[in-house]
């Protein structure tokens, strides 16, 4: 089995910074692609950034600028540098990571439990 730990999520005002962390342990041979997502009360799950094992990362137009996703593949870590907060940031974050658990075996995607982010004065 793969767990995912997320930590770093909080309370912040307006202009603030935060910074997430989701460590995956467990059956891992090897970690493709790591990302997050966020989800606010009443909207649908939204893609906020994603960082592939090779290649140039990708983010949701309303973070571009704000946030940063970095990896540290010795610890099987992803991170986000989230900067400048705004109220509309608020959400839970959740992180996702593509494992392969066997050399022979294909990609499966876990996920995070998520961590609540909330932006207020």
């Known amino acids: 089995q793969v767990q995912l730990v997320e930590s770093g999520g909080g309370l912040v005002q307006p202009g603030g910074s935060l910074r997430l962390s989701c460590t995956a342990s467990?059956?891992?041979?090897?970690?493709?692609?790591m990302g997050w997502y966020r989800q606010a009360p009443g909207n649908q799950r939204e893609l906020v950034a994603a960082?592939?094992?090779?290649?140039?990362?990708a983010y949701a137009d309303s973070v571009k600028g704000r946030f940063t996703i970095s990896r540290d593949n010795a610890k099987n870590t992803v991170y986000l540098q989230m900067n400048s907060l705004k109220p509309e940031d608020t959400a839970v974050y959740y992180c996702?990571?593509?494992?392969?658990?066997?050399?022979?075996?294909?990609?499966?995607?876990?996920w995070g439990q998520g961590t609540q982010v909330t932006v207020s004065s």
């Open positions: 467990g059956s891992i041979f090897s970690i493709n692609a």
């Open positions: 960082i592939p094992s090779g290649g140039s990362t």
């Open positions: 996702n990571v593509d494992v392969k658990r066997t050399s022979w075996g294909g990609f499966s995607r876990y």
